[in-house]
C-alpha cells in the first residue's frame, strides 16, 4: 500500500457525538473506516490521547468548538505513523499532534486513527514517550508557553515569586510542577482547599486562597507581591495580579473563567513596565512549537509525571468529560486508545 487512499478500509474505534434533536446531544463509541477520516497528509495510529476543556465543550454541542457533528472531540493526539504523502515523515514515526483544529472541526484523537496535515504534527522529542506527551498535553504545553515568556524575559529561579492562579487545575498544577522543578520559588493559588497539600507536595512555598487575589480597593497599584505570574481565570483574578506585579515583572495569561473583561489601570504597565502577554497554544507557529516540546523534554517534564493521571478507556471518557464540565476533575486523565 503506498497511497493513502489504500487504507480507507481500516476499521477503528472511535467515540462519536451526535446531535439527537436541537440542543441535546449524545454519545457512543462506534466502529469507523480510514475512508471517513478529513483529508490529509498524514495518517496516524494513535495510542493515546488526553482530556481538555475544550473537548468537554465540544461534546457538549458548544459550537463555538465545533460547528457540524456527527464529530470526534479530542484536541491531543500522540501515536505513529502509518502513511505519509510529506517529506518530513516517514511510516513508523512517532509523533504529537496537539492544537490547530485538531477534535475541533477536524476528527480528534479520541479514535484509533487522525488523518491531518504534516504541518501539525511535532516529531517526538528526545527525552518523552508518547504516554508522557500525553500526560503533559495542550494543558502542559500551554504552561510551558508561558514559562517560556518567563525565560526570555530574564526570569530565572532567583528572581522572585511565580503566582501560579488556578494552580489545581490542569494548566495550573502543571506549570507548578515544571516551575519547582526548576528551583522557582511558587505562591499557588486555588479555590479547591482540600488541594492545599498535594499542591505543597509539589513543592509551592505558599498556598492562598482565590479570594486573596481579588483586591476590590480600587487602588491603582497594590503592595509588590510577586515578579511573574501565570493567570488561569482572567477577570478581577488577573486585575489584582497585574496591580501586584514587581517592577519590569511579566504576567501570561490563558483564561478566562471569572471574567473575559479586564478593569485595570494603565499604572501597571507605566509606572512599573509590568508586560501582560496572552497564551494562545492552540495556533502556535510551528517553529516556536518545536521549541516548547524541546524544552519539555530537555527541562520541565516534571519529576512528579508519573504522580499526576489517570488512564481511562474510551467507554469511560463522556464520564470524565461530564465531570470536567461539573467541575468535580483533579489531575490529567488520559485515554488509551
Not at 528526545?126 to 495542550?138: C, D, N, P, R, V
Request: proline letters at 4%; aromatic letters at 6%.
Amino acid at each position: 500500500m503506498n497511497r493513502m487512499s489504500d487504507f480507507n478500509k481500516i476499521t477503528f474505534e472511535s467515540l462519536e457525538i451526535s446531535e439527537q434533536k436541537e440542543g441535546q446531544y449524545f454519545s457512543a463509541t462506534r466502529i469507523k473506516s480510514v475512508g471517513e477520516l478529513p483529508g490529509g497528509d498524514l495518517l496516524v495510529k494513535v495510542a493515546w490521547s488526553g482530556l481538555n476543556y475544550k473537548d468537554a465543550l465540544s461534546a457538549s454541542g458548544h459550537r463555538g468548538i465545533t460547528r457540524r457533528y456527527p464529530h470526534t472531540p479530542g484536541i491531543d493526539a500522540a501515536g505513529t505513523v502509518v502513511a505519509s504523502l510529506s517529506p518530513a515523515f516517514v511510516k513508523g514515526e512517532e509523533v504529537i499532534v496537539t492544537g490547530y483544529d485538531l477534535g475541533m472541526n477536524t476528527s480528534g484523537g479520541f479514535a484509533g486513527y487522525i488523518r491531518v496535515p504534516s504541518a501539525w504534527a511535532v516529531k517526538l522529542p528526545a527525552g518523552l514517550s508518547l504516554k508522557e506527551s500525553m500526560i503533559i498535553g495542550t494543558s502542559g504545553f500551554t504552561a510551558a508557553s508561558a514559562i517560556f515568556e518567563f525565560i526570555g524575559h530574564g526570569i530565572e529561579p532567583g528572581s522572585g515569586n511565580i503566582l501560579v492562579s488556578g494552580a489545581s487545575g490542569a494548566v495550573g498544577s502543571m506549570a507548578v510542577a515544571m516551575l519547582t522543578k526548576n528551583g522557582y520559588s511558587v505562591i499557588a493559588s486555588s479555590g479547591k482547599p482540600e488541594l492545599s497539600e498535594s499542591l505543597l507536595r509539589l513543592g509551592v512555598s505558599e498556598v492562598i486562597g482565590r479570594y486573596a487575589l481579588n483586591d476590590k480597593s480600587g487602588k491603582g497599584l497594590l503592595p509588590v507581591r510577586w515578579i511573574a505570574a501565570l493567570d488561569t481565570i482572567g477577570g478581577p483574578t488577573l486585575s489584582t495580579i497585574l496591580r501586584s506585579t514587581a517592577e519590569r515583572g511579566i504576567v501570561c495569561n490563558c483564561g478566562m473563567i471569572a471574567s473575559a473583561m479586564l478593569e485595570v489601570s494603565v499604572f501597571p504597565f507605566i509606572l512599573r513596565g509590568v508586560r501582560l502577554v496572552g497564551i494562545a497554544s492552540a495556533d502556535t507557529a510551528m517553529a516556536r512549537r518545536l521549541e516548547i516540546w524541546k524544552l519539555i523534554a530537555e527541562k520541565l517534564k516534571p519529576a512528579s509525571l508519573e504522580n499526576m493521571y489517570r488512564i481511562v478507556g474510551l467507554d469511560e471518557v463522556q464520564h470524565e468529560l461530564d465531570l470536567m464540565l461539573e467541575g468535580k476533575q483533579h489531575g490529567k486523565i488520559i485515554v488509551l486508545l
